[in-house]
């Protein structure tokens, strides 16, 4: 009868093995298609600066660190601009994440929960769906299991060239946004924690650290004094995000946005599974310590922030995920299989699965439907939108239909400018920006750099007119994108006195230039 039992078990384990993979490779295929989301395209498009020879904050605008572009800029230049580039990569980041936590899970617990644990990562990552996927908070989950998963362990302190790579992961975090710099407590509390070193030791591993974060620090530094950028990287990294950006109301207040992220459902299955880990695993402080550490740092990212964002969240998966598998292998792990203590650990797991794979699923059979079935990507793109009180802001559809009219409609070199959030669409076209002005947001904040950023948005638009100007939604205020545009006096004039509305896809309106300003009056044709 053990015989039979044994077998039979191992046969689960097996299919399940092969399920697991098998749901994994089809949806990492299909997510090729997923369409960008606003916040890709101002990455994409910032990014492109580097490939056509120029600088972010240079010679175009966001508040993102100057690491969160270059993935971008990589994949742009091996593949062009495309959708697809980015989700490749993507694939890549994650999966190797997921196999780090593997072996980490598996040497503090054993094989099977190893397997879940990378599952389980890879795939509540993914849940986040196509808006909030592919993007510097994404693969800041990775960077964080690269830089300090690897130092868990208690059979022996970390050496100097492991923390100083660990180091250098985190200054690289810290150069998409700085909070994650923070995640430098982690690996510092591994030190601490090490036993039997000396003060010296322990002195020289913290040097080197400190030296790996600083490296990648200071190389960006370097480079971009050396191209003659850094004045505009200080203004717009830290002058303008203290002065504006840092201070703009998200209208979620700090107890609303713990309330939001406490009540997900895969919290409430994780969260007795984190504090019993923590309790059982508390007399093991070289892996302990630095996993709360982990934990706390994630957390008070999320805190310094103040917006609490769903994707600001993200970060935080990988030390709670951690957490939780432990909790549940001190609960099932070494309990004898079909024991009740067993039973509950696969019960929240199989119910965790259920919940971070249902949005992965649903967007893996809807590309397998649309372009194997249907055949209409279109259609595809059109099913995809960003909805915020019942009023839809983004649609993916409508970027991709007006990036390949504007670039059936203009030469590679005519210009287009896009007011609002749209810069997805002149990222799919791929056509210059007469300004550095990525998106509408610093053409419409309130603060001490409005006026003067308006004035050189103007000047750049009076001497290189763009063929096209599209206007479309902003994001932060509940102006209609008429009302935003108003605000904007000297860009509605020049707009209405130089252009003429063409056509229209979805919130986004697109000007042609006209040299006869009477025909500025001329009917509009859309479609």
């Keep these: 009868m053990f015989i039979l039992e044994r077998i039979t078990l191992e046969r689960v384990q097996k299919w399940s093995l092969i399920a697991i993979a098998a749901f994994t490779a089809f949806y990492a295929i299909t997510s090729l298609a997923l369409p960008f989301g606003w916040d890709h395209g101002t990455i994409a498009a910032v990014g492109g600066s580097f490939v056509h020879g120029k600088l972010p904050y240079v010679d175009s605008w966001d508040v993102k660190g100057p690491a969160a572009y270059v993935p971008y800029a990589l994949m742009q230049a091996l593949f062009g601009p495309t959708m697809w580039g980015a989700r490749l990569l993507d694939i890549f980041v994650a999966g190797l994440a997921s196999y780090v936590f593997y072996q980490c899970m598996t040497r503090l617990t054993q094989k099977a929960a190893g397997v879940w644990g990378a599952f389980a990562l890879y795939f509540w990552v993914a849940s986040a769906g196509w808006f909030f996927t592919a993007t510097p908070d994404s693969w800041t989950v990775a960077l964080g299991v690269f830089a300090i998963a690897p130092l868990l362990r208690a059979d022996k302190a970390p050496d100097a060239r492991l923390l100083a790579a660990s180091g250098f992961i985190i200054g690289c975090a810290g150069l998409i946004k700085p909070f994650f710099l923070l995640m430098g407590l982690a690996p510092l509390l591994s030190i601490v924690a090490a036993p039997a070193l000396t003060y010296s030791r322990r002195a020289i591993l913290a040097a080197a650290l400190a030296a790996g974060a600083a490296a990648p620090i200071l190389f960006t530094i370097a480079y971009y004094a050396a191209l003659g950028g850094l004045p505009q990287a200080i203004e717009v990294l830290i002058l303008y995000n203290l002065a504006t950006y840092g201070g703009l109301k998200a209208g979620v207040p700090l107890l609303d946005g713990w309330a939001a992220f406490l009540s997900r459902p895969t919290i409430a299955i994780l969260a007795p599974f984190v504090v019993l880990g923590v309790w059982s695993f508390r007399k093991n402080r070289p892996v302990i310590w630095p996993a709360l550490g982990w934990l706390i740092a994630t957390i008070l990212s999320v805190v310094a922030q103040g917006k609490y964002y769903y994707y600001h969240w993200m970060p935080v998966y990988a030390p709670l995920l951690l957490l939780g598998v432990l909790g549940a292998f001190s609960l099932g792990g070494g309990s004898r299989r079909g024991s009740a203590p067993w039973i509950v650990a696969l019960g929240a797991a199989l119910m965790f699965s259920a919940q971070i794979t249902a949005i992965p699923a649903r967007d893996a059979v809807?590309?397998?439907?649309?372009?194997?079935?249907?055949?209409?990507?279109?259609?595809?793109?059109?099913?995809?939108?960003?909805?915020?009180?019942?009023?839809?802001?983004?649609?993916?559809?409508?970027?991709?239909?007006?990036?390949?009219?504007?670039?059936?409609?203009?030469?590679?070199?005519?210009?287009?400018?896009?007011?609002?959030?749209?810069?997805?669409?002149?990222?799919?076209?791929?056509?210059?920006?007469?300004?550095?002005?990525?998106?509408?947001?610093?053409?419409?904040?309130?603060?001490?750099?409005?006026?003067?950023?308006?004035?050189?948005?103007?000047?750049?638009?009076?001497?290189?007119?763009?063929?096209?100007?599209?206007?479309?939604?902003?994001?932060?205020?509940?102006?209609?994108?008429?009302?935003?545009?108003?605000?904007?006096?000297?860009?509605?004039?020049?707009?209405?006195?130089?252009?003429?509305?063409?056509?229209?896809f979805g919130n986004l309106d697109l000007y042609r230039r006209v040299t006869d300003p009477a025909a500025t009056s001329a009917p509009a044709r859309q479609e």
């Design 366 to 504: 809807k590309a397998a439907y649309y372009f194997v079935v249907k055949r209409s990507p279109q259609n595809y793109y059109n099913s995809f939108s960003f909805v915020v009180d019942g009023k839809a802001l983004f649609n993916a559809g409508d970027e991709v239909a007006a990036a390949n009219y504007l670039a059936a409609h203009t030469a590679p070199d005519e210009g287009v400018f896009i007011w609002g959030n749209h810069a997805t669409a002149r990222y799919l076209a791929d056509r210059p920006n007469p300004t550095r002005f990525t998106i509408e947001f610093p053409l419409s904040l309130p603060g001490k750099y409005l006026a003067p950023y308006r004035a050189e948005a103007m000047r750049d638009l009076r001497s290189r007119p763009p063929v096209y100007i599209v206007v479309g939604t902003n994001w932060w205020r509940p102006d209609t994108k008429e009302q935003a545009l108003a605000k904007f006096a000297a860009l509605s004039d020049f707009l209405h006195s130089n252009y003429r509305l063409e056509t229209s």
